[in-house]
Structure formats: structure tokens, C-alpha cells
């Protein structure tokens, strides 16, 4: 049992829960799938995680990393693409939604059937960085708020993964900072969502 990791698990959960209800549950069906692709997964992933932390469950570890995949593939293709057309400031044509899905189911397929982790890395090496050229482009668009709140989405959701790195010496563990970073990164894609054309 590991007591602060299903603590910081349970507050990311709740704030996926949170901007799930606060930001997104008033988009539309597509943009709000799109969203809920990334966030909903995370969320779910966190909130099996606590469980798998306070060794309640041990299948909460495979649900967690079926969930955290999920997130890494069909969440990060339609991270890209919902936020291109929220930079854009266009409603999100169904047709395209429906093949951005499609390939990141394809690619959470080769990932969970082949443990592939390669395939799991490229796809968020390209997505979180074009995340973060398009809130680049709506400050340059002058869409402020959008703009600034996609870019501390990205700084905090990098900080989080690369915690190790810059702060090795922390006196919280580097599970729970990154658990924490990924919680204050769903909030701020939230609120970069509440600016979504319908």
C-alpha cells in the first residue's frame, strides 16, 4: 500500500471528474468525445491507480495500463485534432473526428497486442509538441486565452513526465509530482476547452 500515490491518484481523478462536469459536459457530442478521449481516460486510469495503491484490486494495474494506452493513443490524436479546430475557431466536422479516432484506435491496437511502447512514444512525441505549437498559434491569432492556457496545459503535463529530471531531490515523490502536474494539465485543457466553437 502506498498511501501518496493513491492520494495523488484520487485528486487527479477528481479533477478529471471536475473539468469533465465544469468545461466539457457543455460541448457538443464530437468535440466533447474528443476531449473526453484524453481526459476521460486519464481519469479513469488515475482513479484504478489509487485502487491498485491502496491494494484493494490486482487487476487495477491492468486496467490502469489499458486505460493510460488509451489515453497515450486515441486521447493524443484527438487532443491534436480538437485543438486545432479550437485554435481554428471552427465546429469539428464529424467525418474527420471519426478517422482521427480510427487511427488512434489502430494505434492503441498495436500497442496493447504487440506491447509496443515504441509506437505509444512517437505518437505523444509528435502530438504533445503540435499541442503546443497550436496554443503558440492562437496567441500569434490573438486568441489569449486559448493560447496560454493550451501552452501551461503542455508545460505542466512535460514537467510532469520529465519530473526526474529537474528536480531530483524533491522531498514529494516523483509519482505524486507528476501525478499532481497531470491533474493542473487537465484543468488547463479544460479551461482551454470552454472556448470551443460548437
Known amino acids: ?50 485502487v491498485r495503491f491502496l491494494g484493494a484490486s490486482t487487476y487495477a494495474l491492468i486496467v490502469s495500463e489499458f486505460f493510460q ?29 471519426y478517422v482521427v479516432v480510427g487511427l488512434g484506435f489502430i494505434a492503441f491496437t498495436v500497442v496493447r497486442l504487440t506491447d509496443n511502447m515504441q509506437v505509444l512514444n512517437a505518437v505523444l512525441t509528435v502530438s504533445i509538441p503540435l499541442v503546443l505549437l497550436m496554443g503558440v498559434w492562437a496567441l500569434i491569432k490573438g486568441e489569449r486565452s486559448i493560447g496560454a492556457w493550451l501552452i501551461l496545459a503542455v508545460v505542466a503535463l512535460v514537467m510532469g513526465t520529465y519530473n526526474k529530471s529537474f528536480m531530483p531531490n524533491t522531498i514529494i515523490d516523483s509519482i505524486d509530482v507528476y501525478h499532481y502536474l497531470l491533474a493542473i494539465s487537465l484543468f488547463c485543457f479544460g479551461r482551454a476547452a470552454s472556448h470551443q466553437v460548437h
Not at 473539468?19 to 482513479?47: G, M, N, Q
Not at 494506452?69 to 473526428?97: D, E, I, M, R, W
Request: neutral net charge.
Open 1 to 50: 500500500m502506498e498511501i501518496s500515490h493513491a492520494i495523488s491518484d484520487i485528486v487527479l481523478a477528481l479533477v478529471g471528474v471536475f473539468v469533465f462536469f465544469r468545461y466539457l459536459f457543455k460541448l457538443d457530442l464530437v468535440a466533447c468525445l474528443l476531449w473526453e478521449a484524453f481526459v476521460l481516460s486519464v481519469t479513469v486510469a488515475a482513479a484504478f491507480g489509487a
Open 69 to 97: 494506452h488509451l489515453a497515450g493513443t486515441v486521447g493524443a490524436f484527438s487532443l491534436v485534432f480538437v485543438t486545432l479546430f479550437l485554435v481554428l475557431k471552427k465546429p469539428v466536422p464529424v467525418n474527420f473526428a
